[in-house]
């Protein structure tokens, strides 16, 4: 069973501590993540002016709009990899059929040499014969 950690990090000048089943780095990653976006807040013009419910949303909005990017980007990267999987599928089995075709030609070839070799033992033989 997982062991559950806790940190103490620092977002917005404030200490946290922050708990969860993630490694003590992660929540520093958190953490740093958090203090990027605010400090990108920090240098909007009037944000210093505005009252913390409306920085806390700010903040929120902020990040919410990275997930949905972040998660909009891992779509696409997920429909590519899906189509190059279909594209690597076809090429295979365009591949396995090539193959095919050309074991089949080498079978035709070979039949064909063969019957052109009992023809020539058939007319030898019937030469014998007369």
């Known amino acids: 069973m997982a062991v559950k950690n806790t940190a103490q990090v620092i977002i917005g000048g ?69 189509q190059k999987d279909q594209e690597m599928y076809d090429l295979k089995h365009e591949v396995i059929s090539l193959r095919m075709q050309k074991g089949e030609q080498e079978a035709q070839d070979e039949k064909n040499l063969l019957e052109g070799k009992v023809k020539e033992l058939e007319k030898e033989l019937d030469e014998m014969l007369k």
């Open 14 to 82: 404030k200490i946290i501590t922050l708990g969860g089943y993630e490694s003590e780095e992660y929540f520093q990653q958190v953490a740093s993540y958090m203090n990027k976006k605010i400090g990108e807040l920090e240098t909007v013009p009037g944000y210093g002016r505005q009252p913390m419910e409306t920085k806390h949303m700010l903040l929120s909005l902020n990040i919410t709009d990275d997930y949905f990017k972040a998660k909009k980007q891992v779509e696409t990267y997920e429909l590519d990899l899906q």
